[in-house]
């Protein structure tokens, strides 16, 4: 059964950059579109990025676009979000997710995604 971990989070000063990696044991990712969510202290947990199967559809929030990238490497069974520029308001517990659908061009992070990491704790101050 497909488990995901996620890695790379840490204490950056504003401005910094951090690659959060999302791994995957006991299956490959090639079927599944990742999605990358994130969760503020005292706030709901908001869709961050998504990625389709064939990694020619991604998907943003409003909130980091120009700034995060994500990307996959089905090879490493392993999904990136590179996070640039980072921002006080980016704190948070980031997680990715997995939803099986094989062959889509596009993604979205409002569908119910059915594997989930424990998270990867990313906070940014001064």
């Known amino acids: 059964q497909l488990q995901l971990v996620e890695s790379g989070g840490g204490l950056v000063q504003p401005g910094g950059s951090l690659r959060l990696s999302c791994a995957a044991s006991?299956?490959?990712?090639?079927?599944?579109?990742i999605g990358w969510f994130r969760q503020a202290p005292g706030k709901e947990r908001e869709g961050v990025s998504c990625i389709s199967t064939n990694g020619g559809g991604t998907m943003y929030a409003d909130s980091v676009k120009g700034r995060f990238a994500i990307s996959r490497d089905d090879a490493k069974t392993t999904v990136y979000l590179q996070i640039n520029s980072l921002k006080p308001e980016d704190t948070g517990v980031y997680y990715c997710a997995a939803l099986w659908n094989p062959h889509t061009s596009i993604c979205t992070t409002l569908l119910h995604y059915t594997v989930w990491g424990r998270g990867t704790q990313v906070s940014v101050s001064s």
């Open positions: 006991a299956e490959t990712l090639e079927n599944y579109v």
